[in-house]
């Protein structure tokens, strides 16, 4: 069973920088496209960044120029580098993984963005 587990979270002021990290274990990481969503109070959630498992990297538009999405295939993890972090980024923001079809999720790591 795959699991994730996100850190990094916390509170940041805007036009700071803030570095999540999501664990992969449980399966073949290298097989695993995997990314980031977040949700808003009162929002659905959102696809934030992408990796695939080639590297290559998707981003929303909200975030392109701003945030880097990075895997490190030796420690199976996912990182997320948030730059120039602006009060709407603030959200609760939730690591996933596509493993074989099946789509997995963490339990999620608080961002707070203060002005």
């Known amino acids: 069973q795959v699991q994730l587990v996100e850190s990094g979270g916390g509170l940041v002021q805007a036009g700071g920088s803030l570095r999540l990290s999501c664990a992969f274990s449980g399966g073949i990481f290298g097989v695993a496209g995997m990314g980031w969503y977040r949700q808003a109070p009162g929002k659905e959630r959102d696809l934030v960044a992408g990796?695939?498992?080639?590297?290559?990297?998707t981003y929303a538009e909200s975030v392109k120029g701003r945030f880097t999405i990075s895997r490190d295939n030796a420690k199976n993890t996912v990182d997320l580098q948030m730059n120039s972090v602006k009060p709407e980024d603030t959200a609760v923001y939730y690591c996933y993984s596509d493993h074989y079809g099946v789509r997995y999720w963490g339990k999620g790591t608080l961002v707070t963005v203060s002005s």
């Open positions: 990796i695939s498992t080639s590297e290559t990297p």
